[in-house]
């Protein structure tokens, strides 16, 4: 199995890389039933570092009960134990690793927003700790056959393109993302400059307002594989259409060929090929949901094609994602919802991005002579 020959390079990579954990600190773990080699090694690796760690099983059977089975009272109630958890924690490792991918397509959208609305608070309490550097956190990905599955790709060549994405075969991986690093500061530096974004291309005609707001350099420090920058637009500002390419999975339900249409900033249009209603439903959970939170350009160019795995799909080189709710306060976004959905368009074709008028990239590429 290639990422298991790479296990170890893989967990140091999350622990000192990542998260950088130290003595003292109160990791949790979080992984579905395939991720456990690499969350046994994560753990071993934080133990080594002086961080006490706990596992926690994410099992995909047990959260399709409690959409099924739990009584309306239950799906509208806020752990305090969670809360607890996400106001305490200092390091937070999840593993993105499904038993399988669709088991809440049935449910009924209305009980998927209930809970989105009920867990607002950890979501708030999420973005505010890590903005404060209080809650030092990843998500990452281990490949298991319903992933591969859902990609449309064996398992051996979902294992490879992770391995890629992850840059696990560079001898020292460490420096290769310090070098993805480097060159994603170049663009964040270029973005900043800026006061209005203008992306068109193939069912896409978007201005975005940008002033005033920072772009952050993801590079590999929250998500693993990392590669993408991101800011929080202008909560009221954004003008036109788009229409994403990559299909989206929301908690197992599949939303396909989304449209969005703004006006002042708002969603006043909504269409999905696949997953209409479950689209509108959360648009409805809360004020913000209607609005942007955020705004991303993919860079990792190890990734090459979609998966249904957003973390590795809103990664891909030559791509742009919105994400609509929640902001990440640390961007200057003010939008709060309880859901943060990631929607992603591909630019790699007749794309072109104009910055204050300027074409800075055109087919999936940033211009060089602008970085």
């Not at 608070?121 to 956190?137: C, D, H, I, K």
Request: hydrophobic share 40%.
């Amino acid at each position: 199995m290639l990422v298991e020959r790479y296990m170890g390079e893989f967990a140091s990579l999350l622990v000192d890389y990542c998260v950088e954990a130290r003595d003292g600190d109160e990791a949790f773990v979080r992984f579905p039933l395939p991720g456990l080699p690499l969350a046994r090694a994560v753990a071993g690796e934080l133990f080594s570092r002086g961080a006490m760690a706990r596992l926690q099983l994410d099992d995909e059977v047990v959260a399709e009960l409690f959409y099924r089975r739990a009584p309306g009272s239950l799906l509208e109630r806020l752990s305090p134990i969670d809360e607890f958890i996400m106001e305490r924690a200092t390091v937070l490792v999840s593993i993105v690793s499904p038993l399988q991918t669709r088991h809440l397509t049935s449910v009924d959208p209305d009980r998927l927003a209930a809970v989105s609305k009920a867990r607002a608070r950890l979501t708030e309490v999420f973005m505010e700790r890590s903005a404060r550097g209080e809650l030092r956190w990843v998500v990452t990905a281990y490949p298991s056959p319903a992933m591969a599955q859902e990609a449309g790709m064996s398992l051996l060549e979902l294992e490879d393109l992770l391995v890629s994405a992850l840059k696990l075969r560079e001898g020292d991986p460490v420096s290769a993302w310090r070098r993805q690093a480097e060159r994603q500061e170049r663009v964040s530096s270029l973005l900043s400059r800026g006061s209005e974004l203008k992306v068109e291309g193939p069912g896409v005609d978007l201005l975005l307002r940008v002033d005033g707001r920072r772009w952050i350099n993801d590079d590999g420090k929250r998500n693993m594989p990392g590669g993408e920058v991101f800011t929080g637009p202008h909560e009221d500002a954004t003008e036109g259409y788009i229409e994403f390419d990559f299909p989206a999975l929301y908690r197992g339900a599949e939303l396909e060929r989304v449209r969005l249409v703004f006006k002042k900033g708002e969603v006043v249009d909504a269409r999905a090929l696949r997953g209409e209603e479950l689209l509108k439903k959360l648009l409805s959970v809360d004020e913000g949901a209607r609005r942007l939170g955020e705004a991303a350009f993919g860079l990792n160019y190890g990734i090459t094609r979609g998966t249904k795995i957003v973390l590795l799909d809103e990664k891909i080189g030559g791509t742009m994602h919105l994400a609509l709710g929640a902001s990440y306060p640390e961007t200057g976004g003010t939008n709060k919802s309880a859901i943060h959905l990631d929607l992603v368009k591909d630019l790699r074709r007749r794309a072109v991005v104009k910055l204050d008028g300027d074409v800075v990239f055109r087919d999936g590429r940033f211009i060089e002579d602008y970085l």
